[in-house]
């Protein structure tokens, strides 16, 4: 499995009474950058056939961000169990490399036309083994735009 990283500069907007990076941003940017690993590495027709729902999240909070820096969120799929793929998430500084907040997060496949749980297939589990070849997240490719 690869990682993929979705860059992020901290708005005045994300930043709480404590002057830091409020806790639930960054399940904002974990989320975001889920959806981006998925829409950068499974194909429009494999998009159109399953969607994801999150079933749990677990964030480990390890230092403060502030407004303007600049981070990254590096995320990949662990094991599917099913309907289940448990997703690993880590968002550092983009300078320095610096850890300010792990997570896990377990999302469920759900078939688009039926709206029912579907396993975790050859089909879905297949994009995430390589990265795109000139997507977003790929080594020398295009990267996501800043997440603002």
């Known amino acids: 499995m690869y990682s993929f990283e979705l ?11 404590l002057g830091h990076v409020n806790n639930v941003v960054y399940l904002r940017w974990m ?3 889920a959806t981006a690993h998925w829409e ?4 429009a027709d494999l998009r159109s056939l399953v969607s994801w729902v999150v079933i749990r999240h677990e ?3 390890k230092a403060p961000a502030f407004a303007g820096e600049r981070l990254v969120a590096r ?3 662990g094991e599917p169990a099913g309907a289940t793929w448990e997703r690993f998430i880590e968002i550092r500084h983009a300078a320095g ?8 997060s377990v999302y469920a496949a759900l078939d688009r036309a039926t709206g029912r749980p579907r396993r975790v297939d ?3 589990r297949e994009p995430f083994q390589a990265p795109p070849e ?3 997240g790929a080594p020398g490719g295009n990267l996501p735009p800043v997440v603002e």
Do not use: C, F, N
């Not at 490399?97 to 896990?104: S, T, Y």
């Open 122 to 124: 050859r089909a879905l």
């Open 75 to 77: 995320t990949w799929v």
């Open 134 to 136: 000139a997507g977003p």
């Open 7 to 17: 860059p992020i500069t901290v708005q005045h907007s994300d930043i709480d009474a």
């Open 59 to 61: 964030i480990d909070y």
């Open 31 to 33: 989320q975001e950058a």
């Open 97 to 104: 490399d610096r850890l300010l907040a792990k997570g896990r």
């Open 40 to 43: 950068a590495a499974a194909s």
